[in-house]
C-alpha cells in the first residue's frame, strides 16, 4: 500500500484514539473531583512546576480563558495554590498544592496501570516508530501553531 494512504489512515485514527482515551481518562478520574482539562492543567504544573495562566495556555495550547476557569476550579478544589509573579504583577503564578501532589500522583498511578497492561501489546520498536511518526507530523504541521485566541484556518 502506498506510504501516503498508510500515513493518513493514521490520521484518521488520530481522532476517535483521543476520543477514548478522553473517555478513560474521564474514567479514571470518576470520584477525584477533577475533571480531564483540570487533570491537562495539573499535569502541566506537575512537570513545569509554578506557571500563570497564559504559561500554562500556551503550554497546552488552549485560550487563556479556557484556562483560567480550570485554574479556578482547581484553586476552588484547593489543588493549587496561588503565588505572587515577580515578572507580573496582575498575572499571578500557580503551582500544585500538597493536595494537588497527592491527588494527581494518585491519578498518575491509576493511568500508569492500564498504559502497563496495554504496553504489552507493542514491541519497543512499534512505541518509537510510533512516537517518530507523531513528532514528525507535530513539526510538519507546526506552522498552524498560533496563537490560540486567534486560530488561523487550516
Do not use: W
Request: proline share 6%; aromatic share 6%; hydrophobic share 40%.
Amino acid at each position: 500500500m502506498k506510504k501516503s494512504v498508510e500515513l493518513y489512515e493514521i490520521v484518521r485514527l488520530i481522532r476517535p484514539v483521543h476520543r477514548r482515551l478522553a473517555r478513560a481518562v474521564e474514567a479514571k478520574l470518576n470520584g477525584t473531583g477533577v475533571t480531564v482539562g483540570m487533570r491537562a492543567v495539573m499535569e502541566v504544573l506537575s512537570e513545569a512546576g509554578p506557571l500563570s495562566v497564559p504559561d500554562t495556555a500556551r503550554t497546552l495550547f488552549l485560550a487563556r480563558q479556557q484556562i483560567q476557569l480550570l485554574m479556578n476550579a482547581l484553586e476552588d478544589g484547593e489543588f493549587v495554590a496561588r503565588q505572587p509573579n515577580p515578572a507580573h504583577k496582575r498575572s499571578p503564578l500557580f503551582s500544585l498544592s500538597e493536595r494537588g501532589h497527592s491527588v494527581f500522583a494518585e491519578i498518575r498511578a491509576s493511568e500508569n496501570e492500564e498504559i502497563e497492561m496495554i504496553c504489552e501489546l507493542f514491541s519497543e520498536q512499534d512505541l518509537r516508530s510510533s512516537q517518530q511518526v507523531l513528532c514528525a507530523m507535530l513539526d510538519h504541521f507546526a506552522e498552524y501553531e498560533d496563537d490560540p485566541n486567534r486560530p488561523r484556518p487550516f
